[in-house]
């Protein structure tokens, strides 16, 4: 069985399956350690962490030889003893697993400031078809609402954003019954709302992977690479969810996409390995 390992230290590091904090100290000490294992013995796959100063929060899959994987999400203190874990019901899924975790601030009032959780998850079922899911959980790991993001007939990949106003972007991509790729965006307020929803397919735009940033609310930039040419693409969204065209950098092939971002002016940074 694998067993993931919760550790905090002074200094950041990388290694599978195991949380370092930078703490901004010269010399390197373990603080402590812990196994993730808050639904008991079986398999954790830990897709996803966001943590502040007093607490963490991981989200994950779990399951044993002969159950249906699950997805979790767990709190943990600043000593890393944990507080609470929910896991996902997601109405006939035979598969729910986790791709993302992120925790946003929101000021509740003058003296405290309450975490939003919102995990983002894929479930399948026995017809093929895939659902992109988004949950928001309190501070006290109790479900304040959930959502079907997506639902797509084939493999589906998917990422959350969140803006400087604290929106969310579900942004999901797969390809169809021919093989096509087809892009979904989703955003959403805080609260669960759906401001806008778009799906884009352009022929000429066949690609594998997508990397995606938003630069406050204003412009989403998703950024990929051209299965027939092997060449870098962005294509840009304005903050109501209009495409705005897509730019190609022609005569690089490029062998994996690492990461896009978008800086406060606007410029477009894509980091990538080429042949």
């Known amino acids: 069985m694998k067993t993931s390992r919760l550790c905090r230290w002074k200094q950041l590091l990388q290694c599978p399956l195991v949380l370092l904090l930078l703490a901004g100290c010269s010399e390197l000490e373990t603080k402590w350690t812990r196994d993730v294992d808050v639904l008991g013995p079986g398999n954790y796959i830990v897709a996803g962490i966001s943590s502040t100063k007093n607490e963490v929060f991981l989200t994950g899959t779990y399951f044993e030889t002969e159950t249906i994987p699950k997805c979790f999400t767990a709190k943990y203190d600043a000593e890393g ?16 697993e986790a791709i993302q975790i992120t925790a946003s601030p929101t000021q509740a009032d003058l003296l405290t400031t309450r975490r939003d959780i919102y995990v983002l998850a894929r479930a399948s079922d026995t017809t093929g078809s895939q659902r992109i899911i988004l949950a928001d959980y309190d501070t006290l790991g109790n479900t304040v609402w959930q959502k079907t993001a997506i639902i797509h007939e084939g493999t589906l990949d998917a990422t959350l954003l969140s803006d400087n106003k604290g929106d969310l972007y579900v942004i999901g991509w797969g390809e169809d019954a021919e093989n096509k790729p087809n892009i979904y965006i989703t955003k959403y307020t805080g609260s669960g709302d759906v ?24 412009r989403l930039i998703l950024a990929g690479v051209l299965t027939y040419s092997g060449e870098v693409f962005y294509m840009n969204y ?38």
């Open 81 to 96: 003893m944990l507080e609470w874990f929910s896991v996902m019901d997601e109405a006939g899924a035979q598969r729910s």
């Open 195 to 218: 401001i806008w929803s778009t799906k884009y397919y352009n022929e000429k735009i066949d690609f594998n992977e997508l990397k995606c940033d938003i630069m406050q609310s204003e």
């Open 238 to 275: 304005d903050a109501a969810g209009q495409f705005l065209g897509f730019t190609t950098y022609h005569d690089t092939r490029v062998s994996e996409l690492s990461d896009v971002k978008i800086d406060p002016r606007g410029n477009v940074y894509i980091i990538a390995g080429i042949y």
